[in-house]
């Protein structure tokens, strides 16, 4: 909410709200829809210029069930209740799903040997229909699976997912019942009084709230540090990856998972929600938040360990490689805390690999919780449970696209000729709410330029398109963060 305030005959605008949430990647986006069910205002802020934060848009795309978490944790918790949830997420969403399920073969007499107490992990989470396969049945299940493969497990609730879409769908349901976002602003402090949050000092002004909800990831313990709370430290951890083309030699059907070490559950082989092929991560703890570059090492770590697990991948029909970064809590554990001291502050921490998976049930955790606490919450009867994607050209049937074109000739233009992208749908990505600002905004709306050629011939169109509809110079369009512009001028 903004307040318009006149002091001495001059105007200010001052922000107010009553819930403050820093951060909007996965956690932060589905608490904020969770609360835009109560008659409440809620703000989110993020540093970054669009939903999705760091971590939530460059993972493994997995709706895990948690059968190999710490049981009894907060996190086995959160992602065996989550799991379920995503059916009926999906649907009032409209967020691409699949529940292709997960095998985690034994190559090696020792991995094999691990498996009972897998199995058993799984049973202590209450992941009950994890099954024994035989060699000889995994390979019917996956043809292209090493062939000395002595068994292993079937997890058949593991899913695949689209994380951008996710989120924005999140961001985009909470935006249309009331929730504010302002995106490009960074937090830089925090104004407590009297044992009680205040407000919050940030790039786009000070906001005055009632409550902090810290959901910051990779910064949670710099957020956490500007009260005094930081009893942790985040350190990032690297995960590079392949995304091989649609048409790659070598397929799998599900998600293909190595035996898990303490460190990472290892590196994987599954179908992205779209058909191209997932190969990685590696999980390289650095100190850098922001490094995102990826290493021929980490690469070659990759190619080396899947190919123990599908020996014919074909990694040369590799169309990108790209790394994201975890934010990884020391001491490890995910944490949910309020303190007695400072009334209004909820800091979330540890939130790693399952974050997206969790992110469902998380916001339902954290409401309950605030209630718990004293807030008073009433539900507004005029919520809008529902939120409509932008059309799938591609995937409609021939009448289906000649009845769009008939409705709209820009659905006839085709911009994106790898993934068949059309004008039409650029500019839905452009103008729903929370709209597409940058050329990577329009690419995780709508994939154009994550095809084969990787935006080399959609690329120039994209920047004009953002253009004209923003009225603004092309040289302006960033590709992603500010400052990241791709035309820097004409050469004509």
Do not use: W
């Amino acid at each position: 909410m903004m307040l318009l305030v006149i002091y001495e005959r001059k105007v200010f605008y001052v922000l107010k709200t009553d819930v403050l949430i820093i951060g909007a990647g996965a956690v932060g986006c589905a608490i904020a829809r969770e609360l835009s069910k109560y008659e409440i205002d809620v703000m989110v802020v993020d540093k970054n210029e669009d939903v999705g934060g760091d971590a939530s848009k460059s993972n493994s795309a997995i709706i895990h069930t948690g059968y190999d978490a710490t049981p009894g944790t907060l996190e086995s918790q959160l992602v065996v209740a989550a799991n379920p949830m995503y059916e009926q997420i999906v649907r009032d969403l409209d967020v691409p799903f699949s529940k292709i399920g997960a095998i985690l073969p034994a190559i090696t007499e020792e991995q094999y040997a691990k498996l009972p107490e897998i199995k058993e992990k799984a049973f202590r989470n209450h992941v009950y229909d994890v099954e024994f396969k035989t060699g000889e049945e995994l390979l019917a299940m996956e043809p292209n699976l090493n062939p000395q493969v002595k068994g292993g497990l079937y997890i058949p609730r593991e899913s695949i997912i689209d994380p951008f879409i996710l989120v924005q769908a999140y961001a985009e349901n909470a935006n249309m019942n009331g929730v504010e976002f302002l995106l490009n602003t960074k937090v830089t402090g925090i104004q407590t009084e009297n044992g009680r949050i205040k407000s919050v000092e940030t790039t786009s002004g000070d906001i005055e709230t009632r409550y902090v909800i810290n959901c910051a990831g990779l910064y949670c313990d710099e957020i956490a540090d500007m009260v005094g709370k930081a009893d942790y430290k985040v350190v990032a951890r690297k995960g590079q990856f392949f995304i091989l083309d649609k048409n790659t030699s070598c397929k799998v059907q599900h998600i293909v998972l190595p035996i898990p070490t303490k460190v990472t559950k290892g590196k994987l082989m599954c179908p992205t929600i779209h058909g191209n092929m997932l190969v990685g991560p590696t999980a390289e703890d650095q100190d850098s938040k922001t490094d995102k570059s990826t290493s021929a090492e980490g690469l070659d770590s990759i190619t080396a360990d899947v190919k123990n697990l599908v020996p014919n991948v074909n990694i040369r029909d590799t169309i990108t490689q790209y790394s994201g970064l975890r934010p990884n809590r020391n001491p490890e554990g995910l944490h949910f805390d309020m303190y007695e001291d400072l009334e209004g502050y909820i800091n979330l921490s540890g939130v790693r690999s399952t974050g997206l998976t969790l992110s469902a049930s998380m916001g339902k955790y954290v409401v309950q919780q605030m209630m718990y606490h004293g807030l008073d919450l009433k539900l507004k009867t005029n919520y809008i449970a529902k939120r409509k994607g932008i059309v799938k050209f591609h995937e409609c049937s021939l009448e289906q696209q000649e009845a769009l074109i008939r409705e709209n000739p820009l659905y006839g233009n085709i911009i994106c000729r790898c993934e068949t992208i059309t004008e039409a749908e650029i500019l839905d990505a452009i103008h729903r709410p929370l709209g597409a600002r940058s050329v990577d905004a329009i690419k995780r709306r709508v994939r154009a330029g994550m095809g084969r050629c990787q935006g080399g011939f959609c690329g120039p169109k994209v920047i004009e398109i953002l253009a004209r509809e923003l009225n603004c110079d092309p040289s302006q369009i960033n590709k992603n963060i500010t400052g990241s512009q791709m035309a820097v001028g004409t050469t004509r």
